[in-house]
């Protein structure tokens, strides 16, 4: 038997969200809408399907590929948008060319739908006749089977058009299976997604629940998620794959955080929907919302608030950048600050000579830049941007790191950028947040290296540098260079760590 899957509504009802979302791509409890029935029927062992697509049919496709990942064959047909919902089905129909002589199974995946095609395929089969209908609360998630042999079904199609109107003559011809007891929503705005995601985590919808592990009563994560079972302080919670939410980050009532997400330290989030690669800062508080990146949308209200400060909502992630490489303007001004620096050196000398112990006044470490010729040992992507460097053997920040001018120097450092990382570091970083600071370049000093103590948490660190990389401007790094040449006067430069 094959499937033919209606994934082709239109997305304007789901506006802001529709700019980047199909209705079907929509995450609920970090699977996209379309999974939930593309599982289930296969499941049912249902592994040929034919997809019909329309707005954002790329990313679709992208998603379900060419079915190897659930173990089926998938192809894909267009439907034609339009003002009035989109193309009927039993316009679609003729362009497929699907046949008489095996049984199919239509239905829309761009819904969410209780667990009922196996059951309906079940009781189908102790009924006559060439068409049996599977008749939901909502004529748009009925399931229509169609057995070898089967006439002209286009009138009967039209009943899961989006916006048409039911085929009733069609629908009273059939046999029929009562599926209205099935749980059901439509998703039709964004209060009704914000509420689907909500009755999923508390399970209100029967037969479906969030995947993943439980960390506590109430509290489930996706693989890699970091979040501390006293962050849930009431109600239910779904932290999505690889999204890290801070030990003291507050969430209350029944809040849904999809896949690479961030939670700052002190956020609180109330009742709210948080969509992938979105970003929450430090001490931001939000109730009753769905977030987009930088968009926040009020359920309860309507209104729809675009951030412009990125440490309060932000994207993470992006598409992949190369490293900067060195420019010219960089190495003169790494000259210049070498020349200023050079009072500095018998400084650093004398104060290595001290704690070292003589066990040698330079220490070596090998960084990852912004250039630089492969190292022997060094593995990963990161190989052609190892460089090796010195510490001057001091406890004293501003001294020890004296040697780095001579990397902006040569080029491998910026003067402003993200804090250089060992490879070992490098590596060792395993979600995609972490990466989003591989979108700047590397430097000697930075938000993170001015800011951050030098034993703040890796996780802080990387967070601190995402920061930058995603807002960074040239008036921005002036700005960072000049609090560097005013931090040489602080005494926080010169304490010993």
Same mark, same amino acid.
């Given at each position: 038997?094959?499937?033919?899957?209606?994934?082709d509504?239109?997305?304007?009802?789901?506006a802001?969200?529709?700019?980047?979302?199909a209705?079907?791509?929509?995450?609920?409890?970090?699977?996209?809408l379309?999974?939930?029935?593309?599982?289930?029927?296969?499941?049912?062992?249902?592994?040929?399907?034919?997809?019909v697509?329309?707005e954002?049919?790329?990313?679709?496709?992208?998603?379900?590929?060419?079915?190897?990942?659930?173990g089926?064959?998938?192809r894909?047909?267009?439907?034609?948008?339009?003002r009035?919902?989109?193309?009927a089905?039993s316009?679609?129909?003729?362009r497929?060319?699907?046949?008489?002589d095996e049984?199919?199974?239509?239905?829309?995946?761009?819904?969410?739908?209780?667990?009922?095609?196996a059951?309906?395929?079940?009781?189908?089969?102790?009924?006559?006749?060439?068409?049996?209908?599977?008749?939901?609360?909502?004529?748009?998630?009925?399931?229509?089977?169609?057995?070898?042999?089967?006439?002209?079904p286009?009138?009967?199609?039209?009943?899961l058009?989006?916006?048409g109107?039911?085929?009733?003559?069609?629908?009273?011809a059939?046999?029929?299976?009562?599926?209205?007891?099935t749980a059901?929503?439509?998703?039709?705005?964004v209060?009704e997604?914000?509420?689907?995601?909500?009755?999923?985590?508390?399970?209100?919808?029967?037969?479906?629940?969030?995947?993943g592990?439980?960390?506590a009563?109430?509290?489930?994560?996706?693989?890699?998620?970091?979040?501390?079972?006293?962050?849930?302080?009431q109600?239910?919670?779904? *932290?999505?794959?690889n999204?890290?939410?801070?030990?003291d980050a507050?969430?209350?009532g029944?809040?849904v955080?999809a896949?690479? *997400?961030?939670?700052?330290?002190?956020?609180?989030i109330?009742?709210?929907v948080?969509?992938p690669?979105?970003y929450?800062?430090?001490l931001?508080?939000?109730?009753?919302?769905?977030?987009?990146?930088d968009?926040l949308?009020?359920?309860?209200?309507?209104?729809?608030?675009k951030?412009?400060d990125?440490?309060?909502?932000g994207?993470?992630?992006?598409?992949a950048?190369?490293?900067e490489?060195?420019?010219?303007?960089?190495?003169?001004?790494?000259?210049?600050?070498?020349?200023?620096?050079?009072?500095?050196?018998?400084?650093?000398?004398?104060?290595?000579?001290?704690?070292?112990g003589?066990?040698g006044?330079?220490?070596?470490e090998?960084?990852?830049?912004?250039?630089?010729?492969?190292?022997?040992?060094v593995?990963?992507?990161?190989?052609?941007r190892?460089?090796?460097?010195?510490?001057?053997?001091?406890?004293i920040?501003v001294?020890?790191?004296?040697?780095?001018?001579?990397?902006?120097?040569?080029?491998?450092?910026?003067?402003?950028?993200?804090a250089?990382?060992?490879p070992?570091?490098a590596?060792?970083?395993t979600?995609?947040?972490?990466?989003?600071r591989?979108?700047?370049?590397?430097?000697?000093?930075?938000?993170?290296?001015?800011?951050?103590?030098?034993?703040a948490?890796?996780?802080?660190?990387?967070m601190s540098?995402?920061?930058?990389?995603?807002?960074?401007?040239?008036?921005g790094?002036?700005?960072w260079l000049?609090?560097?040449?005013l931090?040489?006067?602080s005494?926080r430069?010169?304490?010993?760590?």
């Open positions: 038997m094959r499937a033919l899957v209606f994934a509504r239109p997305a304007a009802d789901l802001p969200l529709a700019a980047q979302y209705p079907a791509l929509l995450p609920v409890a970090d699977r996209a379309v999974q939930f029935r593309l599982e289930e029927l296969i499941d049912a062992g249902i592994t040929e399907l034919i997809f697509l329309a954002h049919a790329d990313k679709l496709e992208a998603l379900l590929g060419a079915g190897e990942r659930w089926g064959r998938f894909f047909a267009l439907s034609r948008s339009g009035h919902g989109g193309e089905p316009a679609v129909w003729p497929l060319a699907l046949g008489e049984p199919l199974l239509a239905l829309r995946a761009d819904l969410l739908a209780g667990p009922c095609i059951d309906f395929l079940d009781q189908a089969q102790g009924l006559p006749g060439s068409v049996v209908l599977g008749a939901a609360a909502d004529p748009r998630a009925s399931l229509v089977l169609l057995r070898a042999g089967h006439p002209d286009s009138p009967l199609l039209d009943l058009h989006w916006h109107g039911p085929a009733d003559a069609a629908a009273a059939a046999q029929t299976v009562d599926l209205r007891a059901l929503s439509l998703i039709e705005s209060a997604y914000h509420r689907a995601n909500r009755d999923l985590v508390a399970g209100r919808l029967a037969g479906l629940a969030a995947g592990r439980e960390v009563l109430g509290l489930t994560a996706g693989r890699r998620a970091a979040v501390a079972p006293r962050s849930l302080k109600g239910q919670a779904y *932290v999505g794959e999204s890290r939410v801070s030990a507050e969430l209350l029944e809040v955080i896949r690479d *997400v961030v939670v700052d330290r002190g956020a609180t109330i009742d709210s948080i969509l690669h979105s929450i800062g430090e931001v508080e939000l109730s009753n919302a769905v977030v987009a990146h968009v949308i009020r359920v309860d209200t309507g209104a729809v608030l951030v412009a990125a440490f309060l909502l994207r993470l992630g992006g598409e950048t190369q490293p490489g060195p420019r010219l303007a960089d190495r003169i001004l790494g000259a210049l600050l070498l020349l200023l620096s050079l009072p500095l050196w018998p400084i650093a000398l004398a104060a290595a000579a001290l704690e070292s003589g066990r006044l330079l220490r070596g090998t960084l990852i830049g912004n250039r630089g010729p492969a190292l022997p040992g593995a990963g992507g990161d190989r052609e190892a460089f090796a460097s010195r510490r001057f053997a001091t406890s920040p001294l020890a790191t004296l040697p780095r001018i001579l990397a902006v120097v040569s080029g491998d450092l910026r003067p402003v950028g993200v250089p990382l060992t070992q570091q590596e060792s970083r979600e995609d947040w972490q990466r989003v591989d979108q700047a370049p590397v430097g000697l000093i930075g938000p993170t290296q001015l800011t951050l103590p030098p034993d948490p890796f996780d802080e660190r990387l540098d995402a920061f930058y990389a995603g807002k960074r401007s040239a008036l790094d002036l700005r000049w609090a560097g040449l931090g040489l006067f005494r430069a010169w304490q010993r760590a």
